[in-house]
Every structure is written in structure tokens, then in C-alpha cells.
């Protein structure tokens, strides 16, 4: 997996070090992968920031900071949850660019009803840029969800970049 995204996040490090900008991430059902494929890159300090594993309500209300009331009438995995978490880890870590990953791998029921394999990642950045995608894999299987997720999400902190 990590060989996988490796080339992602090396494509990724050079746009933000030609920026001088970087990134906080929130990994949702990715678990980490994420964060990790960017650490793969040698100096990852020039553009990334830290992040952290957004697995349950507790740990969303500590790493986001964010009122109950903010979540009002959202659910998980969706673009408007992944955009709220992309707005406060960036704000919350000081980056100008903040990447969020939210989803539902399988093998268990999501809290918010969403169906096993949808993911979205949403990724803000400055002047008020907002991009979203939604990945969709139809699949019960979790590890390959998870790394299909991590890799949607990187291609869309890669092409915001591009933008």
C-alpha cells in the first residue's frame, strides 16, 4: 500500500514545497494511511504539519475543537462532514492546508447510516478554496477500502494543488 501511495505523496511534497505551504491531515476510515504515506517522503517536515485518526466521536470533538451543534444535521462520509473537518484540522494546526477523509470501510454498521465504501475527502485550502470527491467502491472488504480511500484522497489533495 504504502509503495502505492508513496509516488502520490512525492508528488505532492514537491507542489507544496514549491508553494512554501503545508498541509494538516484528519484520517477517517483511511486510519492513518494518509498521514502515513505522506511521511514517507524524506523532509515531510517542509509540508506537513501532523494530523490525526478521527475513529470516533471523542476524538472528533478533541482534534477539531469544534461545538456538538457544528455536526448538526451531517452525517459521516459525506462532502459537507469532510469539508467542516478539512476547515478545523488546517485552522487548528496552523497549515494553509487542511485535508479530511471520511468514510465507512465495512465489516461493521457506520453510526450515520452510510453504506460500506463510500468515502469522501475534502481538502480547503487559502483564499477560500474547497474541493471535494467522493469515492464509491460498492465493497465489503475493509482493508481494501481503506487503501482505496487513502490513495482517492491523496489524488485529491494532488489535483487541489494542481488548481
Not at 39 to 68: E, H, K, M, N, Q
Not at 101 to 124: I, K, W
Not at 132 to 157: H, K, P, V
Request: with cysteine; net charge negative; charged share 20%.
Amino acid at each position: 500500500m504504502l509503495e502505492q501511495t508513496h509516488e502520490q505523496a512525492l508528488r505532492i511534497a514537491d507542489l507544496l514545497r514549491q508553494r512554501g505551504e503545508k498541509v494538516a491531515v484528519a484520517d477517517g476510515a483511511t486510519g492513518g494511511l494518509v498521514a502515513a504515506s505522506l511521511l514517507t517522503v524524506p523532509g515531510a517536515l517542509d509540508f506537513f504539519v501532523g494530523g490525526g485518526v478521527v475513529y470516533s466521536f471523542r476524538a472528533r470533538d478533541i482534534l477539531f475543537d469544534l461545538p456538538r451543534d457544528a455536526y448538526a444535521g451531517m452525517t459521516g462520509a459525506s462532502e459537507e462532514y469532510a469539508l467542516l473537518q478539512a476547515r478545523a484540522i488546517r485552522d487548528n494546526f496552523g497549515a494553509q492546508w487542511g485535508l479530511a477523509e471520511s468514510g465507512s470501510v465495512g465489516g461493521s454498521s457506520h453510526p450515520s447510516g452510510a453504506p460500506a465504501g463510500r468515502s469522501c475527502a475534502a481538502v480547503v485550502g487559502p483564499g477560500g478554496f474547497e474541493f471535494t470527491r467522493r469515492t464509491e467502491t460498492g465493497s465489503e472488504d475493509r482493508i481494501a477500502n481503506m487503501e482505496a480511500f487513502a490513495r482517492a484522497a491523496l489524488a485529491t489533495l494532488e489535483e487541489a494543488l494542481q488548481r
